[in-house]
């Protein structure tokens, strides 16, 4: 069976940021919604004018959407998640068109395992600092962001 949109974020948020809090929460639900609703770049192509599912599932983007990471099982994967009501609550908030303030336009995150946070990510330069949330930070596109 498919999952429609609001599971798929919910298992996502739970899986993703379950440990991280309210905020934490919807900071991934904010950046699910922004790379969901970007008019250029390389998430625009995937998005296909708003296509929650290409997004969550675009390869290495979310490692809790693939159950084989590195050629291991990856227990903790959406089809592992039971969302609950505040899963459920956060995933409604964002596809109302909510975002978290602090994150903004942001289109990626990464938890660093260290302190502090890059100035860039991806690697090519398409996304500069803007924020840490918890462990996470919290990267905006650059200008170069429309080329890829």
């Known amino acids: 069976m498919a999952y429609s949109d609001r599971e798929l974020i919910a298992r996502i948020v739970q899986c993703e940021a379950g440990g991280e809090g309210d905020n934490g929460m919807k900071a991934v639900a904010t950046i699910i919604m922004n790379r969901v609703n970007a008019t250029e770049g390389e998430y625009a192509r995937i998005s296909q004018d708003g296509n929650v599912r290409n997004i969550i599932f675009q390869p290495r983007q979310f490692d809790c959407a693939t159950d084989d990471l590195f050629g291991k099982y990856n227990p903790q994967n959406i ?12 995933a409604d908030w964002a596809l109302s068109g909510n975002k978290l303030n602090e994150v903004g336009e942001c289109l990626w995150y990464l938890n660093p395992f260290k302190p502090t946070c890059d100035n860039t990510f991806p690697r090519n330069g398409s996304g500069t600092f803007q924020t840490r949330l918890g462990e996470h930070c919290f990267y905006k596109p650059t200008p170069l962001y429309k080329n890829t």
């Open 79 to 90: 089809y592992n998640m039971n969302p609950t009501e505040i899963h459920y609550y956060i």
